[in-house]
């Protein structure tokens, strides 16, 4: 029980601090609410679970055999990601009016997949808090789903923290302010998970 906990409690903590996927969630929900958000956070937990059998089947030794692949998906990942806090930026009007699109199920799932720190966060897991049952690929599957199960509570509340915003925000300036302020926290998780 005491590793389940632990597992549970380092992927919280690994998940749930801000980085581009929560931060992208909140501005989603504050934009859009939670209902028009729904297939974003669909497409952000698809990537993820692609990010966590990639991991789970050895990515990292790939990562750490081939540097320039790692390079090159860093920077794909962190191009999309800049387009993703524009959409966020670049949406019309008032909160409760709001023009434009939400991001979509592919931009959630794109977002993931190529987010350097979701990698990053599943690489540390899976090397140091792996469940240790007697068999090993059982072990894997089971840490795995624990993971996804925490991802998918903690994903939600990022993004019914950044609902919970929308009454605060109705007029046309606030909600752009607002907006503004998720993207350019998005904008700065980027670029602290890039130098890291």
């Given at each position: 029980m005491e590793s389940i906990i632990s597992l549970v409690l380092t992927t919280a903590l690994l998940l749930g601090s801000p980085g581009p996927a929560p931060l992208a969630l909140a501005g989603v929900g504050a934009s859009f609410g939670f209902k028009r958000g729904m297939v974003f956070l669909s497409g952000i937990l698809c990537g993820l679970l692609v990010v966590i059998i990639a991991v789970a089947c050895g990515l990292g030794?790939?990562?750490?055999?081939?540097?320039?692949?790692?390079?090159?998906?860093?920077?794909?990942?962190?191009?999309?990601?800049?387009?993703?806090?524009?959409?966020?930026?670049?949406?019309?009007?008032?909160?409760?009016?709001?023009?434009?699109?939400?991001?979509?199920?592919?931009?959630?799932?794109?977002?993931?997949?190529?987010?350097?720190?979701?990698?990053?966060?599943?690489?540390?897991?899976?090397?140091?808090?792996?469940?240790?049952?007697?068999?090993?690929?059982?072990?894997?599957?089971?840490?795995?789903?624990?993971?996804?199960?925490?991802?998918?509570?903690?994903?939600?509340?990022?993004?019914?923290?950044?609902?919970?915003?929308?009454?605060?925000?109705?007029?046309?300036?606030?909600?752009?302010w607002l907006r503004w302020t998720f993207s350019g926290a998005l904008l700065a998780s980027i670029i602290i998970t890039a130098i890291q």
């Open positions: 030794t790939l990562f750490m055999a081939y540097p320039t692949a790692r390079l090159f998906c860093q920077t794909v990942g962190i191009a999309y990601l800049c387009y993703v806090a524009y959409k966020i930026a670049s949406a019309q009007g008032g909160i409760s009016g709001l023009h434009g699109a939400a991001p979509s199920f592919k931009d959630g799932f794109i977002l993931n997949l190529i987010n350097p720190k979701a990698y990053a966060a599943f690489l540390a897991i899976f090397a140091n808090n792996i469940l240790v049952l007697e068999d090993p690929f059982v072990s894997v599957i089971a840490t795995g789903v624990v993971c996804f199960v925490v991802a998918v509570i903690v994903d939600g509340l990022w993004m019914a923290i950044g609902g919970s915003l929308r009454p605060f925000f109705s007029k046309p300036v606030q909600a752009k």
